[in-house]
């Protein structure tokens, strides 16, 4: 747009005139007319250009929005799933595995029963180390999406 409007041009300066002798002192200014060049399509490209970056923005706002939406509920998901896990699930595989353990030692149950409870135990254990990872990478992707840490902290002692 600023060269939509012309640049005045001064000057000035000293002239002899050789064959008369004469000094003379100079001024003058030029003024071009914007007649055939007017910036039309300088102007039309630059606003495209404006045009496409904004679109651009709303669009990659979108997706940001869209990424950090989908984010936070996966880190609720998994600190739901934790509480499940620490509050009830383990407290009763690992009450289970106790009692079995000491009825095979009196001949209760049989070494399957035991190997079973072991084994559901691990598998609750190794359930609750996935959600920890998966909640602990859900804060650090929203953190790289926001600039900051979410408020949600776990609850209990092993984070």
Do not use: C
């Not at 012309?6 to 030029?30: C, E, K, L, Q, W």
């Not at 490209?45 to 869209?66: G, I, N």
């Not at 920890?132 to 984070?159: D, F």
């Amino acid at each position: 747009r600023a060269q939509a409007a012309p640049d005045i041009t001064f000057s000035a300066g000293y002239r002899r005139f050789s064959s008369t002798g004469d000094n003379a002192a100079v001024v003058g200014f030029s003024l071009p007319l914007p007649l055939f060049n007017r910036h039309q399509g300088h102007l039309r490209e630059a606003q495209a250009q404006l045009d496409k970056t904004r679109q651009l923005q709303a669009s990659t706002a979108t997706q940001l929005d869209a990424d950090l939406g989908r984010t936070y509920q996966t880190l609720l998901a998994a600190q739901r799933e934790i509480a499940t896990l620490q509050g009830q699930i383990l407290p009763f595989a690992q009450e289970a595995y106790d009692t079995i353990k000491q009825g095979y030692g009196v001949g209760r149950f049989g070494f399957l029963e035991l190997v079973e409870a072991r084994r559901t135990l691990t598998s609750s254990r190794l359930q609750l180390l996935n959600a920890k990872r998966t909640y602990h990478r859900a804060v650090v992707e929203i953190e790289g999406l926001t600039g900051q840490a979410p408020t949600l902290h776990l609850s209990g002692n092993n984070q």
